[in-house]
C-alpha cells in the first residue's frame, strides 16, 4: 500500500468536482487499498469503487481481520441502503457525507436483507468495519474520517 504521509486528505477530495466522476486508484495497477484514520486508530480498508466491486462488497467471507474493512466509492452524494445478503459476517456500516463526516452508523447482523440499512441523509461514502467497531473505538456522527492520499477525483 502507498502512503503518502505528507499529503493527508479528507474524503472529499475535490468539492467542485461534478458527481459523474468516482474516486480511484491514482494511478494504474496501484493497490486498491487505502488507510483512514477513524476515532484516532488507522483502519487499512479495500476500495470499492466500481458498480461490481460495491455490489459484491464483503459478502461470503468468513471473517474481516481487525481494524480492517471496506470503502465503498460513489459517483454522486444521495440517500444510500445497505443490506446483509450472503453477508457472514456482522459489519458497522458507516455513512460518510462528501467531506468525510458520519452521518450514522448501523450495527449489522449477517443475512439481513430487508428492510436494509439506510443512511439518514445523503451520503458520497460508506465505510464497512467490524460490527462493534466504532461502538469500542468511540465513533460517533459528526466525527470526520481522514484518507492518507493516493486517492483523487
Known amino acids: 500500500m502507498t502512503r503518502l504521509p505528507w499529503m493527508p486528505l479528507l474524503l472529499l477530495f475535490c468539492a467542485s468536482c461534478g458527481s459523474d466522476r468516482e474516486l480511484v486508484p491514482s494511478q494504474p495497477g496501484e493497490p486498491t487499498h487505502a488507510e ?4 484516532g486508530r488507522t483502519v487499512t ?18 471473517s474481516l481481520p481487525a481494524d480492517q474493512g471496506m470503502l465503498f466509492l460513489f459517483p454522486d ?10 453477508t457472514l459476517i456482522g459489519l458497522d456500516i458507516i455513512f460518510l457525507a462528501e467531506d468525510g463526516t458520519v452521518i450514522n452508523i448501523e450495527e449489522a447482523s449477517p443475512g ?7 443512511s439518514r441523509r445523503p451520503a458520497r ?8 467497531w466504532s461502538r469500542e473505538a468511540g465513533l460517533l456522527p459528526g466525527q470526520v474520517i481522514v484518507v492518507d492520499g493516493g486517492l483523487h477525483m
Open 45 to 62: 480498508v479495500e476500495l470499492a469503487s466500481t458498480p461490481a466491486q460495491r455490489s459484491r462488497g464483503l459478502m461470503h467471507r468468513p
Open 77 to 86: 452524494t444521495r440517500p444510500r441502503t445497505f443490506w446483509m445478503r450472503d
Open 125 to 132: 461514502f460508506v465505510l464497512e468495519l467490524n460490527r462493534g
Open 112 to 118: 439481513v436483507e430487508r428492510p436494509g440499512f439506510s
Open 36 to 39: 483512514l484514520e477513524v476515532a
